[in-house]
């Protein structure tokens, strides 16, 4: 398999009243092509960090962050503003939409900015309208962002972050503000883009939610404490429950 | 802990709360001030005039067999009290010259006097009565010595009918009676030694002497009566008129007020801005301290002592400023008056009370949200609140062509109308007082008013001394007199003929009544060109025109008759047409052509003027203005607009006013701008990071922010535009009333009111935007996990 994210030796440290807090402490991984990866771990162990590192969106301390070959840590913000724009989605624990702007405009407006195809805008409406069709959420695309539920916002957010056919799709806790159902349902649509090719990283506190990833990577003080590949051939509930044991082992 | 959030709330949103102690010193500072002008001025006429001992009745009379006419009237007429009399020489602004010989601006008829016997009070810089005059020296009134560019110890060169003396300037003097802009007559006040060679020569004794008496009476109308008997009367007016003339510097004054109520309104608009800000971004604070069970009265008190310690700094730091401001102000006015300032800080004191008072009522009912809202309302809706309402009215998937920021920009503009409403009437409030000020400064220097003062004429040459010449002589005389100007005209190429426009005294009986009125008559002047408002103009010689303000006064109308004693003959004359005129503050009624007047009864002449056979255009108007100004000894030759600014006086007081305003209206759409950007900024943090997160660049964002300024601001000017034409109808039409003329045909500038104008708003607007939009830099997409 292609490597399409390479991280090697990030470090991401805060200074708060001239105190240095470092929070990643030269981490080194990488993201095959097609993956699905979580990232699990205490609280403040830097997991949120580590995901906002690698994706451009927070400036790393020291190390290199490769995305399809490209060194995006040396990248300037605007050059960043591209790569999100093209290669990246992001779906975030709040369902953050813009408040003026109907669910449909909402996942457009990537569309609109994005200048990697030729498409019309009218083309851009179709592909949209196709992939809210696919997310199950084609009936709420008039609507105001605060006439809808939260699963279904959630849907709209996934349906935005990946409205521009990303190499890679970020998610921060995506199921971390949603009742049990809704989690399942937003769970199952990731898996599927992720079926159908698209790599993902995913922070979770879940171990429901981080068993049906293909890799689980445990973070605590800054550091990936382990690795836990999922093995081949297990249910559901198996695979949860192995994951938990893992988990167990690591001080979870 | 009640202090430490205070101190937290003060210290967290700083850029704001300093914005909002700024709008509160400048309303305190503006309340002040303007509270403190207005009062002075109003209460400051009075006191000026009788310092000066005006007394109740004014009396002037000039020309040939002035002097001594009104002693006999003096000594018989029983409603007269007291009255003090001057014997004063006019003169005209030849007469003047600087020391080295160079010519010398003056407006109107100048006037030597005898300062150590003058019965009337000038007052110096200080305020204190100059009478002590060495041979040699002199006191000048007015804006003289400012329009000339002279000072204290420079030589005026005073000369008349071949007597000259040269004068070195002692200082200014200040004359209520004649030292008013729409007065503007210069009195040089000099020694009795200097005074004597004037009054010494015979030709200047007799065509140029005059007297001017203050009469105090118990019944003004009688004396108003018994001066219709006296001849070569040039003004015969009760104190109320010699006060109206200080109409333009109360013009200034309530200028102030009104730039004063229209900061008010906008601190106010600005503060509930930032208030409901405040409680919005602190709703889940409120809805926790509710939660826990601090009462409503302790949270609302919280931002109540905020703004009132804020509206107690910011109205004692505005007292503070008040006071020079205030000097400032009236620096235009005090330039020429000597008003009374016993109550000058008081008054500035109140209005910085008003301003805290006003400040703390409205923060009150701001805060009624935290009395509505339960904490479970406050927690659950946390910073947006809830809303149930569409919102989007526009969509981006049917604007085909619309990019991302001009759509969103459009979109929230649309959306949330209310959160633009503050800044809309901010900038049309501003706005439309500064295009209101330059549609009356610009109406003031037009062709528009020329009416007013008479009839339309290519250029006006104003020459006193060629006036003096004319005054009195006989028709034949002033026949000859123009037809050698004409002739001269016609020589140096120039096809076309002078006129003069002059105003007689006579008696006039209307219902038995005999009146003192005062008559305009053009000689050779385009009669055809007057303006009637009402009614047809005269017809023939026993039809006259009168203005409303006479018309009221004499309780006339048309359709009546009064019987004018033309000297030859007494004529009843039918009022056929009301007119407006600014010449004696509208107190007078016009002659027709061939009224049989008298030059032995004329009083006055307004300056000549000069009608081309062609039609000039501007350009050569000003080239034929210099030829004249050659070849003719005369003081001034000015185009019709420049005639009308020069007879109006306030014009650079008024573009001075003008520009402060527009100052600080540009002060304050920079002021808005920001704080209404930083609110947005720190109000749309989520937003404006997921936009980076999703990849949308910072220029798109700045665009997004800096365009609903720009499309506010564009519908704020275009409403300001378009009421200030209305409005200035509105507010600027009576106080031109109060002066003659009621009906004004404005000078609107289409360029200026809808374009130069409206585009320095937009653009101060864009551009403060655009750099406090650069504030967004600084969120980053990361934000979106520490968004509360």
């Known amino acids: 398999m292609k490597k399409l994210m390479e991280v090697k030796d990030l470090c991401k440290t805060y200074v708060i009243e001239k105190r240095q807090n470092n929070v990643l402490k030269n981490i080194s991984f990488d993201i095959e092509e097609g993956e699905m990866v979580g990232i699990m771990g205490p609280s403040g162990s830097g997991k949120s960090t580590l995901l906002y590192s690698v994706s451009g969106m927070d400036k790393a301390t020291s190390g290199q962050i490769k995305l399809d070959g490209k060194d995006i840590s040396k990248l300037s913000e605007k050059d960043l503003s591209s790569v999100r724009l093209n290669d990246m989605g992001f779906i975030f624990q709040q369902m953050f939409m813009m408040k003026n702007l109907t669910i449909m405009d909402n996942i457009l407006l990537p569309a609109v900015e994005c200048d990697k195809s030729s498409e019309t805008r009218k083309e851009k409406v179709a592909r949209c309208e196709e992939l809210m069709r696919k997310l199950g959420i084609i009936e709420i695309a008039g609507n105001d962002i605060n006439e809808v539920s939260g699963g279904q916002l959630q849907r709209a957010c996934i349906a935005r972050s990946m409205v521009n056919n990303p190499k890679i799709l970020f998610a921060d806790e995506p199921t971390g503000a949603l009742n049990r159902q809704s989690s399942a349902e937003v769970m199952d649509e990731i898996c599927k883009l992720n079926k159908e090719g698209t790599t993902v990283l995913m922070v979770t506190h879940d171990a429901k939610v981080a068993s049906r990833c293909s890799r689980v990577l445990y973070i605590a003080d800054g550091n990936i404490r382990s690795e836990y590949k999922m093995p081949q051939g297990l249910s559901d509930r198996d695979h949860e429950r192995a994951l938990n044991n893992w988990l167990l082992d690591m001080g979870w | ?788």
């Open chain 2, 1 to 788: 802990m009640f202090f430490h959030i205070l101190k937290k709330e003060l210290k967290k949103k700083k850029a704001m709360n300093l914005i909002v102690l700024l709008f509160i010193t400048l309303a305190a500072m503006f309340v002040g001030s303007g509270l403190n002008n207005v009062i002075t001025v109003m209460n400051g006429t009075d006191y000026y005039l009788d310092k000066a001992g005006v007394g109740d009745f004014v009396i002037i009379t000039m020309g040939r067999n002035s002097v001594g006419d009104l002693d006999e009237m003096l000594e018989s007429e029983p409603a007269i009290d007291a009255y003090r009399l001057d014997t004063v020489i006019f003169g005209s602004r030849d007469t003047l010259k600087k020391g080295d010989g160079s010519r010398i601006e003056t407006k109107n008829v100048l006037i030597m006097q005898d300062l150590p016997e003058s019965t009337f009070n000038f007052f110096d810089s200080n305020n204190e009565t100059p009478k002590a005059l060495e041979p040699g020296h002199c006191y000048v009134t007015g804006s003289f010595l400012k329009t000339n560019d002279m000072k204290v110890g420079d030589v005026l060169e005073v000369g008349q009918e071949g007597v000259t003396v040269r004068l070195i300037i002692d200082g200014k003097a200040k004359d209520a009676l004649l030292g008013s802009n729409f007065m503007g007559n210069t009195r040089i006040l000099m020694h009795s030694d200097d005074y004597k060679v004037f009054r010494n020569n015979e030709t200047i004794a007799r065509d140029y002497s005059g007297q001017i008496c203050c009469i105090d009476t118990h019944d003004i109308s009688a004396v108003q009566e018994a001066a219709t008997k006296c001849r070569s009367i040039n003004f015969a007016q009760p104190r109320g008129t010699v006060s109206m003339c200080y109409v333009m510097d109360m013009i200034v004054a309530f200028i102030v007020l009104i730039l004063s109520v229209c900061l008010i309104i906008l601190s106010f608009v600005v503060l509930k801005v930032s208030l409901s800000f405040t409680i919005t971004r602190e709703y889940r604070e409120i809805g926790v301290m509710k939660a826990i069970g601090i009462k409503n009265r302790k949270i609302r008190s919280l931002y109540l002592t905020k703004y009132l310690a804020m509206a107690v700094v910011g109205s004692i730091i505005g007292f503070v400023l008040s006071i020079p401001l205030s000097k400032l102000l009236l620096s235009s006015v005090t330039e020429n008056m000597f008003l009374g300032t016993s109550l000058g800080f008081g008054i500035n004191a109140i209005g910085a009370v008003l301003v805290v008072i006003t400040i703390v009522a409205l923060s009150y009912f701001a805060t009624r949200i935290v009395k509505k809202a339960t904490p479970v309302d406050a927690i659950r809706t946390g910073s947006s609140g809830e809303r149930y309402s569409k919102k989007s009215k526009l969509h981006l998937s049917r604007a085909k062509r619309t990019g991302t920021s001009r759509f969103l920009a459009i979109n929230d503009t649309i959306s949330s109308p209310k959160r633009y409403i503050s800044i809309v009437i901010a900038f049309t409030l501003c706005m439309l007082f500064v295009l209101m000020l330059v549609n009356t400064t610009n109406t003031m220097q037009s062709e528009n008013l020329i009416t007013a003062f008479g009839t339309r004429a290519d250029l006006f040459v104003d020459s006193v001394s060629e006036s003096m010449k004319i005054m009195g002589n006989s028709t034949d005389y002033m026949n000859k007199y123009f037809d050698e100007k004409d002739a001269k005209l016609k020589d140096l190429g120039l096809p076309g003929h002078f006129s003069q426009e002059w105003q007689y005294t006579y008696n006039a009986e209307i219902n038995g009544k005999t009146h003192r009125i005062i008559a305009e008559h053009g000689f050779r002047t385009n009669f055809d060109e007057l303006v009637f408002t009402e009614g047809t103009a005269p017809q023939s010689r026993n039809e006259v025109a009168v203005t409303s303000i006479i018309a009221k006064k004499l309780n006339v109308k048309i359709g009546d008759t009064m019987i004018i004693d033309f000297g030859t003959e007494k004529l009843p004359c039918v009022i056929t047409a009301y007119y407006q005129s600014f010449n004696q503050l509208g107190e007078v009624i016009r002659f027709h052509p061939d009224a049989p007047v008298d030059p032995s009864h004329m009083t006055a002449t307004m300056a000549f003027q000069i009608h081309f056979d062609d039609q000039p255009t501007e350009r050569q108007l000003e080239e034929r203005k210099a030829i004249i100004e050659k070849n003719f000894i005369h003081d001034k030759v000015e185009t019709c607009a420049e005639y009308v600014a020069s007879c109006i006086g306030v014009v650079p007081t008024m573009l001075a006013v003008q520009w402060l305003l527009l100052g600080i209206t540009i002060l304050v759409v920079i002021l808005v701008t920001i704080l209404m950007e930083v609110s947005f900024v720190a109000d749309e943090k989520s937003q404006i990071a997921l936009l980076k997160a999703i990849g949308i660049k910072n220029g798109r964002i700045y665009l997004w922010h800096v365009l609903r300024f720009v499309i506010v601001s564009i519908f704020a000017m275009i409403l300001a535009a378009a009421l200030s034409i209305p409005m200035t109808h509105l507010c600027i039409s009576p106080i031109f009333g109060m002066m003659g003329v009621s009906k004004v045909n404005y000078a609107i500038k289409p360029l200026q009111i809808f374009l130069i104008y409206p585009a320095v708003i937009i653009i101060t607007t864009l551009i403060t935007a655009f750099l406090i939009s650069l504030s967004s830099r600084t969120i980053k997409s990361s934000d979106t996990a520490n968004i509360e």
